[in-house]
């Protein structure tokens, strides 16, 4: 049974910064992609990164130059820098982990940034 834990969330002043983990656990299969979702109160889950075994990432335009995801794959562990944050980046922060097809949820991290 693959586990997600993630970390890192908080309360941060406009223009701060934040790091967010999380953590794989379970039968997890090395080439795989790891992800950041995040949404917001009356708002669709939106992607805002992903990177795969391989290293390849894919932003949001509304995050790019701004946040950098990264990944540890010796500790199936994916980080994601926040940086610049602005009030709309506002939203409970999901890691995701996709794997043979089959997608896997981290419980949500709330990201509050004050303005």
């Known amino acids: 049974q693959v586990q997600l834990v993630e970390s890192g969330g908080g309360l941060v002043q406009a223009g701060g910064s934040l790091r967010l983990s999380c953590a794989a656990s379970?039968?997890?299969?090395?080439?795989?992609?790891m992800g950041w979702y995040r949404q917001a109160p009356g708002k669709q889950r939106e992607l805002v990164a992903r990177?795969?075994?391989?290293?390849?990432?894919d932003y949001a335009d509304s995050v790019k130059g701004r946040f950098t995801i990264s990944r540890d794959n010796a500790k199936n562990t994916v980080y994601l820098q926040m940086n610049s944050l602005k009030p709309e980046d506002q939203a409970a922060y999901y890691c995701?982990?996709?794997?043979?097809?089959?997608?896997?949820w981290g419980q949500g991290t709330q990201v509050t940034v004050s303005s």
């Open positions: 995701n982990l996709l794997v043979l097809g089959n997608n896997y």
């Open positions: 379970g039968i997890i299969f090395r080439i795989n992609t």
């Open positions: 990177i795969t075994s391989g290293g390849s990432t």
